[in-house]
């Protein structure tokens, strides 16, 4: 009876180590992806599950209420997730090998290092050339308010901002999911994020129709959100900035921002590098700190860098757990 308990045990762990190798291949392979080719382009652009939901939702949307609006998410995210979890699940059955690719592709899809990183090193040129328009409109290209009113400072602080909210928004939160649900989580993610940026705003006709996809994204982030401020707290001590401001800031600084959840990865950059973060009229961040510069967005890059590899560690410890608690392959 011992005999065959522990040789059950035996079976199970095994069982475990495979589905724990399958998924750390998968999300180093989605990693590299990105690294390497960037953002998908031509034809491909066609078949991104964010395009697709966002073209769904712009297709179907009209002024309506909140019944509506839930219909709206549901058939503009529901769908795409068993599609592109389906598609890889399949080929995996007819090629081990074509499938892990696939997969690996679909997770690539819905996060991106590299996208974010290139337009803040590239902004940073610019600045540092002296060409301030073209770093202004390339900014335009990553926040919403109106750039050509900024000075320097607040187009460096505008750039910091993007750079800590993207970290959770575009890389942390859909990991952070797929660590707990797989490619299925991370589309998760990844699509309420969209549905939220189509609809999730105030004032008619899309109050009502996107207080559910608004509502959405700030649960799906919520978790990921707080779990930043800790991440960028090790990073912060690894490549020795100040990360005991990083983690008071994000304390004491998060609810400037009326978002529930955006707060808390800027104030912590904003403790980490010893600035301020303000967008004129809206927050200001760590007050009676510096003012940022180019040295400072620098600085938040190396940051940004230092998060991400924070983040996999953490990520990979997660996806270990509950392998270990539920050997699913998902």
Same mark, same amino acid.
């Given at each position: 009876?011992?005999?065959?308990?522990?040789?059950?045990?035996?079976?199970?762990?095994?069982?475990?180590?495979?589905?724990?190798q399958?998924?750390?291949?998968?999300?180093?392979a989605?990693?590299?992806?990105?690294?390497?080719?960037?953002?998908?382009?031509?034809?491909?652009?066609?078949?991104?599950?964010?395009? /697709?939901?966002?073209?769904?939702?712009?297709?179907?949307?009209?002024?309506?209420?909140?019944?509506?609006?839930?219909? /709206?998410?549901?058939?503009?995210?529901?769908?795409?997730?068993?599609?592109?979890?389906?598609?890889?699940?399949?080929?995996?059955?007819?090629?081990?090998?074509?499938?892990?690719?696939?997969?690996?592709?679909?997770?690539?899809?819905?996060?991106?290092?590299?996208?974010?990183?290139?337009?803040a090193?590239?902004?940073?040129?610019?600045?540092?050339?002296?060409?301030?328009?073209?770093?202004?409109?390339?900014?335009?290209?990553?926040?919403?308010?109106?750039?050509?009113?900024?000075?320097h400072?607040?187009?460096?602080?505008?750039?910091?901002?993007?750079?800590?909210?993207?970290?959770?928004?575009?890389?942390?939160?859909?990991?952070?999911?797929?660590?707990?649900?797989?490619?299925?989580?991370?589309? /998760?993610?990844?699509?309420?994020?969209?549905?939220?940026?189509?609809?999730?705003?105030?004032g008619?006709?899309?109050?009502?129709?996107?207080?559910?996809?608004?509502?959405?994204?700030?649960?799906?982030?919520?978790?990921?959100?707080?779990?930043?401020?800790?991440?960028?707290?090790?990073?912060?001590?690894?490549?020795?900035?100040?990360?005991?401001?990083?983690?008071?800031a994000?304390?004491?600084?998060?609810n400037?921002?009326?978002?529930?959840?955006?707060?808390?990865?800027?104030?912590?950059?904003?403790?980490?590098?010893?600035?301020?973060?303000?967008?004129?009229?809206?927050?200001?961040?760590?007050?009676?700190?510096?003012?940022?510069?180019?040295?400072?967005?620098?600085?938040?890059?190396?940051?940004?860098?230092?998060?991400?590899?924070?983040?996999?560690?953490?990520?990979?410890?997660?996806?270990?757990?509950?392998?270990?608690? /539920?050997?699913?392959?998902?």
């Amino acid at each position: 009876m011992v005999s065959e308990e522990y040789e059950a045990r035996e079976i199970i762990m095994e069982s475990a180590e495979v589905v724990i190798q399958y998924y750390m291949s998968i999300l180093l392979a989605s990693v590299l992806i990105d690294l390497v080719f960037g953002e998908p382009r031509g034809f491909l652009i066609n078949i991104h599950p964010v395009i /697709l939901c966002g073209r769904i939702s712009y297709k179907l949307f009209r002024p309506g209420g909140r019944f509506f609006g839930i219909f /709206l998410w549901i058939i503009s995210v529901v769908p795409l997730i068993i599609t592109f979890y389906l598609i890889p699940r399949v080929l995996i059955v007819i090629n081990a090998i074509i499938g892990i690719v696939i997969y690996a592709y679909f997770l690539k899809l819905t996060f991106s290092i590299k996208l974010m990183r290139n337009y803040a090193r590239e902004i940073l040129r610019r600045v540092e050339l002296g060409n301030l328009n073209d770093a202004r409109a390339l900014t335009q290209e990553i926040v919403r308010r109106n750039v050509w009113e900024l000075d320097h400072q607040h187009l460096m602080s505008a750039v910091i901002e993007s750079l800590a909210e993207s970290f959770v928004d575009g890389f942390l939160s859909p990991l952070f999911y797929f660590a707990l649900f797989g490619l299925p989580g991370a589309l /998760l993610q990844r699509l309420s994020n969209t549905m939220d940026s189509m609809v999730g705003y105030k004032g008619w006709p899309y109050e009502d129709v996107g207080w559910f996809s608004a509502r959405a994204d700030t649960i799906m982030n919520y978790v990921p959100a707080r779990l930043s401020s800790v991440i960028i707290m090790i990073a912060s001590a690894m490549i020795g900035l100040d990360w005991k401001d990083s983690m008071k800031a994000a304390i004491l600084e998060h609810n400037r921002v009326k978002s529930a959840n955006s707060g808390w990865p800027m104030a912590s950059f904003a403790g980490a590098l010893n600035v301020m973060l303000e967008k004129v009229g809206v927050y200001r961040i760590n007050n009676n700190a510096q003012s940022p510069s180019t040295s400072t967005l620098r600085s938040a890059i190396k940051l940004f860098d230092a998060s991400i590899i924070v983040s996999l560690v953490i990520i990979l410890i997660i996806l270990i757990i509950r392998v270990l608690l /539920l050997s699913l392959f998902i």
